[in-house]
């Protein structure tokens, strides 16, 4: 075989890929993925000259800088996302929670779990600045966070190509996003007073969390799909630790909670009360 062409995948080399996801991410390569790992593998092994997934594994255990553990964990996950996905929410959050919070004053924060390249997070912010009264809009704060690096510099530079943009909709085009000068292509910055409320980290969901609570609204949407029940059951009732009494906690609309042992209240789809 020559490294230009796909290198093929033994079901036990398909094994060894999970089993390493799901320990360093939670995310669970079930079968019927085999084609999505050796797709997503095979521009790397190319760059590399490898010649087979289990050199691959190798070289990924080697690096000590854990630098191609990284990538590995990049080329894996899946990051579709979009401006104002799922406008549910959003709706939920513009009639039912922020006035509540202006109606209470004083911060108010929230999580964007899973951020993606950070559209779903400055959505929120574009949302907070539209509905929130200047004294609590000027104490809120989002924190996005994700486990993908790749994916984090994309939310921290804020720039999107006009098809993204296109998703909010001209008014908040013309409102929230200022045109890049001397891009070759169009494209667009979300504007620093939207971007001044995020604040974008990396934070492996699995693992510890470095921060305190209490939020206001977590949303954690298109990320436990990828989770295994008992993965999706820890990681909700942690996120009940982290909410106040009387916050949201939004999933995506393809995630039930109702399988899962928890202490939420049903609000409407995919989204809860603590
Ligand atoms: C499909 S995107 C969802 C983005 C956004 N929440 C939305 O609904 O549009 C899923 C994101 O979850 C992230 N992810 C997967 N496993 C993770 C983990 N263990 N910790 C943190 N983020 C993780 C992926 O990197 C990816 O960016």
Redesign the pocket.
């Known amino acids: 075989m020559t490294t230009a062409t796909r290198a093929s995948l033994s079901t036990h080399e398909f094994r060894a890929v999970s089993d390493l996801m799901y320990q360093v991410?939670?995310?669970n390569l079930t079968a019927g993925k085999e084609g999505l790992v050796q797709s997503r593998l095979a521009t790397r092994l190319r760059a590399l000259q490898l010649n087979s997934v289990s050199a691959y594994l190798e070289h990924v255990e080697r690096d000590r800088s854990r630098a191609e553990l990284t990538m590995l964990i990049d080329l894996l996950?899946?990051?579709?996302?979009?401006f104002f996905?799922?406008i549910e929410h959003f709706e939920y959050l513009r009639r039912e929670v922020l006035p509540q919070l202006n109606r209470r004053g004083g911060a108010a924060r929230f999580w964007?779990?899973?951020?993606?390249s950070g559209?779903?997070p400055y959505s929120l912010a574009m949302l907070l600045t539209e509905e929130l009264r200047p004294p609590t809009l000027a104490a809120s704060r989002i924190l996005a966070?994700?486990?993908?690096t790749r994916?984090l510099a994309r939310a921290e530079l804020a720039e999107y190509d006009a098809t993204t943009v296109e998703a909010a909709g001209r008014a908040r085009l013309q409102r929230h996003f200022a045109p890049v000068a001397g891009a070759a292509t169009r494209r667009f910055r979300v504007r620093d007073a939207v971007r001044g409320m995020v604040r974008v980290a990396q934070?492996?969901?699995?693992g510890p969390w470095p921060m305190k609570g209490p939020f206001d609204v977590i949303?954690?949407?298109?990320?436990m799909i990828?989770f295994d029940a008992v993965t999706q059951e820890r990681l909700i009732n942690r996120f009940w630790e982290l909410l106040a009494p009387g916050g949201s906690l939004l999933v995506?609309h393809s995630e039930s909670l109702s399988s899962l042992s928890h202490n939420f209240s049903y609000v409407q789809p995919a989204t809860y009360v603590k």
């Open positions: 991410s939670g995310v996950t899946t990051n579709k996302t979009s996905r799922e964007s779990a899973g951020c993606s559209e779903e966070t994700d486990l993908s994916v934070l492996n969901l699995i949303m954690c949407r298109n990320v990828y995506g």
